[in-house]
């Protein structure tokens, strides 16, 4: 089930934060500190939001995202700022948290949607940045947008 995060799950946040930091780029250095602050911080505020994967009472993956304008003009745009699933639960329950973080995107009025690319990582099958507007996430027959088919064929 895809829920959004309360206090209660930033252990296991910290703990799949941990997992993920070990398989990106060399430049992202684990900060335990840094991290459950960032996770306190997105779950009391309200342009942000932590969304995770719940499989019997265990997060095995997590999206952190915000809404906000853009610096230089009142475009809104979610961007995604971490993403991170457990190994074993990677794929469709991947793009189940994808999914939902569009519908929370556009239910805050967010123009666009960004996420990263981690093309640099040995995750980057699992793990490919977009830019997408609304209208380019169009749904074809199975309910996806075009760009989360893409992911699948990977």
Same mark, same amino acid.
């Given at each position: 089930m895809i829920r959004e995060a309360t206090t209660d799950d930033i252990f296991d946040l910290?703990?799949? +934060?941990?997992a993920f930091s070990k398989e990106a780029p060399?430049?992202? @250095?684990? *900060? %335990? *500190? %840094? #991290? &459950?602050?960032?996770l306190k911080n997105c779950i009391a505020a309200d342009n942000c939001t932590i969304l995770v994967i719940d499989k019997d009472d265990e997060v095995v993956g997590g999206l952190i995202g915000m809404v906000t304008p853009l610096f230089m003009s009142q475009t809104v745009v979610a961007s995604e700022l971490a993403w991170f699933v457990d190994k074993d639960n =990677? /794929?469709? *329950? +991947?793009?189940k948290l994808v999914r939902a973080f569009e519908d929370w995107a556009e239910a805050s009025g967010a123009e666009w949607i960004t996420m990263a690319d981690m093309r640099a990582s040995p995750t980057s099958a699992n793990y490919t940045g977009v830019w +997408?507007? =609304?209208?380019q996430r169009q749904p #074809?027959? @199975? /309910?996806?947008?075009?760009?989360?088919?893409?992911? &699948?064929? =990977?």
């Open positions: 910290l703990v799949l +934060a941990r060399v430049m992202h @250095k684990w *900060d %335990k *500190d %840094k #991290t &459950e602050q960032m =990677r /794929g469709r *329950d +991947a793009l +997408a507007t =609304r209208s #074809t027959v @199975k /309910g996806l947008s075009r760009w989360q088919q893409s992911l &699948e064929q =990977r």
